[in-house]
């Protein structure tokens, strides 16, 4: 059997590599959820797996609800599409509830007063009403519900994502709102445990392998046992080779050309190619600082190579790329292109540092 080259094949699988995806709805279903706690880089994970995107392409898709940020599967916010976002939360909400629960007490947010909160929100966003976070606030302080200090809006909002009473709404300028998620979100099939643990296993292993057992785990938030169950019931649908003493599982590889080397990609922060693995020493030196895995990330050829940031100026934006090690000429053009990218999404010229 051909040894498995996993970090093409998952450049390949999560469509960063090969022919993008149409539409900013289209990624989000494939992938099922994309982390997306820094706005602006979850709108550049879109439009890296697409094909021509620009930024207000991606924005749009938000505003109509054809693409829905909110919390579910670990405590932060994912993309989800409106077709998912019920099944996933009724699958990973009680988990992050469970990690929530410290802060919960630590806030004094027992069950009356989340319930009285969520009823607040719930009469307030009614009939198609979007109000933002601090609108939010002075409904709930007129329900004699409190958010002084730093976290306690935000997990009484949380908690209410999580039930399935708010989801996110249209921006309103840099503004995010929220509205209710029965009347922003039609109807959809409701999945039982058993079919969506399996749901949620084919198609990990389809948008993200190769990957292990673990691997799910830890993207998901569920425990191995779970993991393990949704991989039995669809592990006929996949493929599997062992690696590196390890077991991966994925979807049938594609018959495609080999990519052009090198190649290279500017990652935002928290992207899936980092945050969907349990085990990052397949694409990054674990030799260099772990946290950098987690910010904005330059890949050539599949490995994490360095990382970048962006500063938006009114004309133009400056990309500055710090690198493991010096790159060759071929390296920097690839960089270059992968930066020109970048500005064609945001519609502005790049000077690249």
């Known amino acids: 059997m051909k040894p498995l080259d996993i970090p093409r094949q998952r450049l390949r699988n999560q469509h960063l590599t090969g022919p993008g995806l149409k539409h900013p709805a289209d990624v989000v279903s494939w992938l099922v959820a994309v982390q997306a706690q820094d706005y602006a880089g979850a709108k550049w994970a879109l439009g890296l797996r697409m094909r021509r995107a620009v930024d207000p392409t991606v924005e749009q898709a938000f505003t109509a609800g054809t693409i829905l940020r909110t919390h579910l599967m670990r405590p932060t916010w994912h993309v989800v599409s409106p077709g998912d976002i019920r099944w996933l939360l009724a699958l990973t909400a009680p988990r992050v509830h469970q990690s929530n629960a410290l802060q919960y007490r630590k806030l004094e947010l027992d069950r009356a007063v989340l319930g009285r909160s969520s009823a607040a929100l719930?009469?307030?966003?009614?009939?198609?009403?979007?109000?933002?976070?601090?609108?939010?606030?002075?409904?709930?302080?007129?329900?004699?519900?409190?958010?002084?200090?730093?976290?306690?809006?935000?997990?009484?909002?949380?908690?209410?994502?999580?039930e399935g009473i708010v989801c996110s709404g249209p921006r309103r300028g840099k503004q995010f709102t929220y509205a209710l998620l029965e009347e922003r979100v039609p109807p959809a099939r409701v999945l039982a445990r058993e079919e969506a643990l399996a749901e949620l296993a084919r198609r990990y292993f389809t948008s993200h392998g190769p990957a292990t057992l673990r691997d799910l785990a830890k993207w998901s938030g569920s425990t191995i046992r779970d993991a393990r169950r949704g991989l039995q019931a669809v592990q006929s649908q996949l493929e599997q080779q062992a690696a590196g003493g390890q077991t991966f599982w994925f979807a049938d590889r594609p018959r495609a050309r080999k990519a052009a080397s090198p190649s290279a990609l500017l990652l935002p922060n928290y992207d899936e190619y980092t945050v969907g693995y349990r085990d990052h020493s397949l694409v990054f030196d674990l030799s260099h600082r772990f946290d950098l895995i987690y910010g904005h990330i330059l890949v050539l050829d599949g490995r994490v190579a360095g990382t970048w940031r962006r500063t938006l100026k009114k004309s133009e934006v400056v990309i500055e790329t710090n690198t493991f090690a010096p790159l060759t000429r071929a390296e920097s053009r690839a960089v270059g292109e992968a930066a020109d990218r970048y500005g064609a999404f945001l519609g502005l010229p790049v000077v690249l540092v």
């Open 122 to 162: 719930e009469r307030a966003l009614q009939g198609g009403r979007q109000l933002d976070r601090e609108q939010l606030r002075g409904v709930l302080e007129q329900a004699g519900v409190h958010t002084r200090g730093p976290l306690r809006l935000g997990y009484i909002l949380m908690y209410a994502e999580l």
